[in-house]
């Protein structure tokens, strides 16, 4: 069963608006991890928070993980039209459940 | 340009087939894996291999059999697949199955079956 996730399903906004999609997991976690996807293309990592981290930036992204409500929100600041993709969450399990397991994905649209 | 290369990136077969999709890392990656994604959906684990061993086999029809030569090379064998086996199959490696380090994906390779 999935354990990640993210809503909204789609979101559609202007370029240079922030965008936030929200990732809710039931298991406990030994680290989250943001992927983006490309349409056609592969997954690229973005961004890994561990269970024992609040919060996270890189570039003009932030991740923050709330572990007592099993959530994470991933902030795209000053959206490009470059952005557009799809965005996913997946969680690792802790201790010897070393699987990926991944969110249903969020398909954001940034417009020019 | 990612650091993990599959290839064919497209393959259309027919039931009766046998083909083959490869995949390859020369990033030292001691863990490698194979997903299944259809469309609009996120991937699925099918295989995790651990230092050349098969580790994880979520529960896949033997119509699929992955193979690993060598530390840097995951092929997945295809034989009599169903209509609905037609999906983008991707291809990942991390360092190794037990540490926090993120997987890295190949472009996938997007396989229909007529």
């Known amino acids: 069963s999935q354990q990640g996730e993210e809503d909204p399903q789609a979101l559609s906004i202007q370029e240079g608006e922030n965008a936030t999609m929200n990732c809710s997991y039931k298991?406990?976690?030994?680290?989250l991890q943001w992927y983006r996807q490309n349409s056609g293309r592969g997954l690229v990592h973005l961004i890994l928070?561990?269970?024992?981290?609040r919060e996270k930036h890189s570039g003009r992204l932030r991740v923050t993980l709330d572990t007592s409500k099993k959530s994470s929100s991933l902030l795209i600041t000053a959206s490009r039209a470059a952005d557009t993709a799809s965005y996913f969450c997946?969680?690792?399990?802790?201790?010897?459940?070393?699987?990926?397991?991944f969110g249903k994905g969020t398909l954001l649209t940034v417009n020019p | 340009d990612t650091e993990v290369t599959q290839t064919p990136k497209h393959l259309v077969m027919g039931m009766t087939n046998k083909k083959s999709l490869k995949c390859e890392q020369h990033?030292?990656?001691?863990?490698m894996y194979w997903y299944k994604q259809k469309a609009k959906k996120p991937p699925e684990l099918m295989f995790v291999y651990s230092y050349e061993k098969l580790s994880i086999n979520e529960s896949v029809p033997s119509r699929f059999s992955p193979e690993c030569p060598n530390s840097s090379l995951l092929n997945l064998h295809l034989h009599a697949l169903q209509p609905e086996d037609s999906a983008l199959y991707l291809c990942a490696s991390s360092q190794d199955p037990g540490s926090s380090q993120p997987q890295h994906f190949g472009d996938g390779t997007r396989l229909s079956i007529l």
């Open positions: 298991t406990s976690i030994n680290n």
């Open positions: 990033m030292g990656h001691r863990a």
């Open positions: 997946a969680t690792r399990g802790g201790g010897s459940n070393y699987k990926l397991t």
């Open positions: 928070i561990r269970s024992n981290e």
